[in-house]
């Protein structure tokens, strides 16, 4: 099982003419439900104490990491931002002791890469506590998921799509999925052969990823964003790229429109601009931006 650095990203040389960048957790595998409910949030509640709060943590860890607008975030951002929902909910603050996000909120808006390694790092520097807290949420979250998750499968559709793709684009896995479980879901059922780099959170951020290996190698239509979530298509904004969604609920559906007609107007010359407009309205539909206990 190869790993990859930068240098991979850097280096990158183009094959073909087109690139499509591919997103991993609820993109091409099933993982999300399972990885956020069984793992994720019980780890949340059981490190920082918050027993007497468990269906609140829930419920703020379930929008914030599935069913909104921050669904795909980065796990420390998606902590980051479960604590700051906790705290303006008085239900949740009213009964329990919630932790105060600030140094988290800190870190993540450093610029620094989003891993284990960076939040150590930063814990050790400052002595912040929940920095320390949530490195070891996080650690004691990746022995969880190796050793009890169950293996995820890929949704119907996304090998023959691969296959297509490689045939026709140059391809790599962006994603903020942590390596230590992203090389095992991409080479366990053999997907990796079809792309040319898998990079994580530990080479950047999904920004990055496009810059060091596509940016100025293509033209920004002949470039293609696939993913399930709203920082999915900021990537793609962010270079002007095309975006595909994987609509969360509809994932199988998504990756037969794909194969059906999308990857063809992607060939053609990239999506018109009404095209990208339907696509992003049916996607933003099913991601609120406001919890539903505050409505």
């Not at 796990?75 to 980051?80: A, I, K, P, S, Y």
């Not at 050793?147 to 391809?171: C, H, W, Y």
């Amino acid at each position: 099982m190869r790993e990859f650095t930068r240098d991979d990203l850097i280096n990158f040389l183009p094959k073909f003419g087109t690139f499509v960048g591919i997103d991993s957790d609820g993109c091409v595998f099933d993982t999300m439900e399972a990885k956020q409910k069984d793992h994720f949030h019980p780890a949340i509640i059981k490190n920082w104490g918050l027993e007497a709060i468990e269906s609140e943590v829930r419920a703020a860890a379930e929008f914030t990491y599935l069913y909104s607008t921050y669904r795909g975030l980065n796990r420390f951002l998606g902590l980051c931002k479960t604590f700051e929902l906790l705290h303006d909910w008085p239900q949740a603050r009213d009964k329990a002791t919630i932790p105060d996000p600030a140094d988290l909120h800190v870190y993540c808006d450093s610029g620094l890469p989003l891993s284990n390694a960076t939040i150590k790092a930063e814990a050790d520097r400052t002595g912040s506590p929940i920095l320390a807290q949530a490195y070891a949420w996080s650690v004691a979250l990746n022995e969880d998921i190796d050793k009890n998750m169950i293996d995820p499968l890929a949704f119907q559709g996304v090998e023959a799509a691969l296959q297509r793709i490689q045939k026709t684009s140059d391809a790599i896995v962006i994603s903020q999925t942590q390596a230590v479980a992203l090389l095992k879901d991409w080479y366990r059922d053999n997907l990796a052969q079809y792309v040319s780099v898998i990079a994580g959170p530990e080479l950047g951020s999904k920004v990055d990823h496009f810059t060091m290996s596509a940016v100025d190698r293509y033209p920004a239509n002949a470039i293609l964003m696939m993913g399930d979530a709203p920082g999915d298509m900021a990537a793609a904004n962010a270079i002007g790229c095309n975006f595909f969604p994987i609509n969360p609920g509809h994932e199988v559906e998504s990756w037969a429109r794909f194969m059906d007609e999308a990857y063809d107007r992607f060939l053609d010359g990239g999506f018109s601009e009404d095209y990208q407009k339907k696509l992003i309205q049916e996607f933003k539909a099913l991601l609120p931006g406001t919890p539903p206990w505050k409505l």
